[in-house]
């Protein structure tokens, strides 16, 4: 399967945009890129998902490199409540082994300080 | 209206004993998800059901038994708990099992301690 790497952990100030790494360099040509978080106590939630080309919702933007091995998740204005654990996972659409299967990996923990 | 929800929200229990989680999907899905998520926060899929058959089984002890009455249902059934179990299991659901519609909906959680 191919994984995901993600930094343990980020800060950032309330109102501030957020950068959310995500390394995926063996990632293959029918996977996408799906965002999802987990807020405190909760189940996770999607927050956005792409293939090539970069994409905004209502929730964040999703810039994908041009090779596709990063992509950053970018929360545009922080907020207290924007505070969650971010997992960066990978879905294969084709139908094969690995079809169904989400690997979560470890995420980032974003704290948003006020 | 609740998405995805399960019951019980905690559960405590013995070492030894079964016990049953359910969880029901109010969105028309057809493939619906068991994850377990250990003291580290790591997420991890433990089956997932299409249609009422199972499709995926990550090498999970059969002491695990899910089952899907329809498919708006997906409950885990565990026979013999060991401390190992303690953890949050969290079910899912999804419009399709692969593909371009796989936009998984999480339940609220159950938090399972063995004691």
């Known amino acids: 399967d191919a994984k995901t790497t993600q930094p343990n952990s980020m800060e950032s100030n309330e109102e501030e945009p957020v950068h959310l790494p995500c390394n995926h360099s063996?990632?293959?040509?029918?996977?996408?890129i799906h965002w999802y978080r987990q807020l405190p106590s909760q189940g996770p939630e999607y927050v956005i998902h792409?293939?090539?080309s970069n994409v905004n919702n209502r929730m964040a933007s999703l810039a994908i490199a041009e090779d596709r091995k990063s992509s950053t998740l970018i929360l545009h204005r922080a907020t207290l409540r924007d505070a969650a654990v971010y997992y960066c996972?990978?879905?294969?659409?084709?139908?094969?082994?690995?079809?169904?299967?989400?690997?979560f990996g470890d995420g980032t923990t974003l704290t948003v300080k006020p | 209206d609740t998405a995805v929800s399960q019951t019980p929200k905690y559960l405590v229990t013995q070492m030894g004993n079964d016990k049953s989680i359910k969880c029901e999907q109010n969105?028309?899905?057809?493939?619906m998800y068991w994850y377990k998520q250990d003291s580290k926060k790591f997420l991890k899929i433990m089956f997932s059901?299409?249609?009422?058959?199972?499709?995926i089984n990550e090498t999970v002890p059969n002491r695990f038994s899910p089952k899907s009455p329809d498919k708006a249902h997906l409950n885990l059934h565990i026979n013999s708990l060991e401390l190992g179990d303690s953890a949050v299991y969290f079910c899912?659901?999804?419009?399709?099992?692969?593909?371009?519609?796989?936009?998984?909906?999480f339940g609220p959680g159950t938090r399972l301690l063995v004691l």
């Open positions: 063996t990632i293959s040509g029918t996977d996408y």
């Open positions: 969105l028309g899905h057809d493939t």
């Open positions: 899912a659901s999804s419009q399709e099992w692969w593909g371009l519609q796989e936009t998984q909906y």
């Open positions: 792409g293939l090539t």
């Open positions: 059901y299409n249609n009422k058959e199972l499709i």
């Open positions: 996972i990978l879905r294969d659409v084709d139908l094969g082994a690995n079809a169904g299967k989400s690997t």
